[in-house]
């Protein structure tokens, strides 16, 4: 008689687990999992602690319950953000990613019955949830050590917990994540490694780590992907808002790019000097500062901050992209956040929540309020640059419930200065309007780009792949680019724009273009463009650039529309700069070049290698890029 009964169905391997373990928890709400991250603290710290054969007890994190929430923090430095080459492939099915078997040598089997073995002799904590939406994506499980509740909390707050005596009993996970941190001593050199093993039928996933994203928020990202894969759709990396203007006129912009790209910014509010002016620009040489004054901002109704579901059922084949969130939390980077006043709005979210929140890399003390400009040092004066903080979705104030459909398509770059005497790609100006057919090649590229906070840190320029979330995925790079690209073709009313983000040229800017482009583009019903708006980039990767743009009656300087006309840049560094863009997108394009690529797909690319121009790329699809002057 099995002393395993749980309300839904069990893959054979969870209930032989769970059969041999001393101790199970069926968390059916976030509230058990709260108690369970602080259960066993002293003096209000709770320990998540390993035995690791041939090293003892290992410390991997301490935990404490702050007023606000759950604060987290890790002991090693690496640990505090997701290492971008942590996903192996266990299993035999197409891929382009690394695999087990070649990577160490042997079949993932014994190391699979390995994880299975110790997870039997640990205190388990487990919970049902759905990867995706209902009716779109998959029943799913996790089953991890109880000690390590606030890594359970995180996943719960992420993609939602269901009560288990609330569900069908032919509730049956397709997907399954195993956490087993001490195996990334024993097996895997200290790394985060995180297994996909795809079986018939079952997505396994075996977390290998305790930091929520390569598994918790990644992980189940390629599960997504996977489905989406065999059933000709995409879960979309991005941000999407709803902006209304003053005068009540709505626009829906979706925000996607690499780590680091402005995703989660382009939800928040502009951010204002003490006098209310925004601040353009500071120039990196003189110091000289460009303002400009905005009386009112649009309300912004925030989507998405991560993943969108986009699948068919969602559209309303009115040529616009149809989406929805794919998760019920946000996992919001707080680097940006350096000082009360930052950004009024998150931080009295975050400061005064409506239910508990897990923050990460915070520096809080038991008892304490976690404020999210107090960062932990990774050494002495040197801030963690990814702070974060998981916000449950239905704790942002104004949020949009269910599907939108989008009428812009907004392209993030971290961006470095540019100047005549250290020439580097930092040319894109405030933002550039993209033809289909370019905007397809941004996001096979998808630059890491400049002082990325999200991630370890990699020198020079890096690609995160198709769409953007190529790390997170577990097929082929072809096959996605021609999901990507038959996305673009399905929907030819959208628009495509590119926008940097830390610099424009010789100008430091932050996050301000994207801001700025958001104003403007809401305030003007952003889906038309004229020839009489625009002029083809020097860099015909940069689609057109903007002639002019006039937000509240005020000129936005053209030397952060046009790099080129910058003096300390010039056309020389700016060539440069276009230089290195053109060789990086190069070097990245060739590999999609496969035999089943689809044919419009290699005509865009060898149009790219050719060195083709803005208009040869408006050509290549049949969408219309700029309307006919009035």
């Known amino acids: 008689m099995s002393k395993v009964n749980v309300g839904f169905q069990l893959p054979l391997s969870v209930q032989e687990i769970l059969e041999a373990c001393p101790k199970y928890t ?43 929430g759950i604060a987290a923090n890790y002991v090693e430095p690496y640990m505090r953000r997701r290492d971008p080459d942590c996903m192996v492939i266990a299993d035999q099915l197409p891929t382009d990613k690394p695999r087990f078997e070649d990577q160490y040598g042997e079949s993932f089997e014994s190391l699979r019955a390995e994880t299975f073995a110790w997870l039997k002799t640990q205190e388990l904590a487990l919970f049902p949830f759905i990867a995706g939406a209902p009716g779109i994506g998959a029943d ?15 996943l719960a707050l992420l993609q939602g917990i269901l009560d288990e005596n609330a569900l069908s009993p032919d509730f049956d996970p397709q997907a399954v994540i195993f956490v087993a941190p001490p195996f990334r001593h024993t097996h895997f050199k200290g790394k985060q490694m995180v297994v996909h093993n795809r079986r018939p039928g079952r ?92 009386p009112h901002n649009c309300e912004l109704r925030a989507v998405t901050d991560d993943m969108a579901l986009c699948h068919p059922s969602l559209g309303k084949n009115d040529g616009r992209l149809g989406l929805m969130d794919a998760e019920q939390g946000w996992f919001v980077r707080v680097n940006h956040i350096t000082h009360y006043g930052t950004d009024p709005n998150l931080e009295k979210m975050t400061i005064h929540p409506t239910e508990p929140l897990l923050f990460l890399n915070i ?22 640059p990814n702070p974060r903080v998981v916000v449950p979705r239905k704790a942002v104030p104004g949020v949009y419930q269910g599907a939108v459909s ?23 100006g405030l933002f550039h309007l993209l033809p289909p057919a370019l905007a397809w090649l941004w996001r096979l590229v998808a630059p890491r780009g400049h002082a990325n906070p999200s991630i370890v840190t990699t020198e ?63 305030r003007r019903g952003g889906a038309r463009f004229s020839q009489e708006q625009v002029a ?29 006309k910058q003096p300390e840049v010039g056309n020389e560094a700016y060539d440069l700069g276009a230089k290195q863009l053109t060789e990086f997108f190069h070097q990245e394009l060739t590999q999609f070049l496969e035999a089943d690529l689809n044919p419009v797909g290699r005509k865009i690319i060898q149009c790219c290698l050719a060195g083709g121009s803005v208009e040869d790329y408006v050509a290549l699809l049949p969408i219309t890029v700029l309307e006919e002057d009035d």
Not at 364 to 382: Q, R, S, Y
């Open 460 to 522: 020079g320029m890096s690609s995160e792949g198709v769409g953007s979330y190529w790390p997170f995925a577990t097929g082929r790079m072809v096959d996605q680019a021609n999901l990507l690209l038959d996305q673009i073709i399905a929907t030819p009313r959208m628009k495509y724009i590119l926008c940097p983000n830390q610099h424009v040229g010789a100008w430091e800017t932050g996050f301000m273009p994207q801001w700025i482009a958001r104003e403007y583009l809401a």
């Open 140 to 154: 799913a499980l996790v089953v991890a050590p109880a000690n390590a509740g606030f890594f359970a909390l995180g």
């Open 406 to 428: 989008v009428d812009i398509r907004s392209f993030g770059v971290r961006c470095p200065p540019n100047t005549i005497e250290n020439p580097t790609y930092g040319i894109i």
């Open 203 to 294: 997505h396994e996933l075996f977390s290998y780590n305790l930091y929520p994203g390569p598994s918790a928020k990644k992980g189940i990202y390629g599960v997504l992907l996977a489905l989406g894969e065999r059933e000709h759709w995409l879960t979309a990396h991005c941000a999407t808002v709803q902006v209304i203007t003053p005068y009540a006129n709505k626009l829906c912009i979706m925000h996607e790019g690499a780590s680091g790209g402005g995703k989660s910014e382009i939800l928040e509010q502009v951010h204002r000097q003490k006098d209310g002016a925004l601040l353009l620009g500071t120039n990196v040489l003189s110091g000289e500062r460009r303002t400009l004054v905005l």
């Open 536 to 564: 083809p980039s020097r860099c015909p990767l940069l689609g057109f650039a903007m002639k002019s743009v006039v937000v509240e009656g005020q000129t936005i300087p053209g030397i952060l529309l046009r790099v080129e």
């Open 363 to 384: 520096d809080a003390h038991p008892g304490g309020t976690a404020l999210i400009w107090e960062h932990i040092e990774d050494e002495p004066g040197k801030p963690c």
């Open 26 to 68: 069926v968390a059916s709400t976030w509230q058990e999992l709260y108690e369970l991250a602080t259960r066993d603290a002293v003096n209000g710290v709770h320990e998540v602690a390993y035995e690791v054969p041939g090293r003892g007890r290992v410390l991997e994190a301490k935990v404490c319950r702050v007023k606000n």
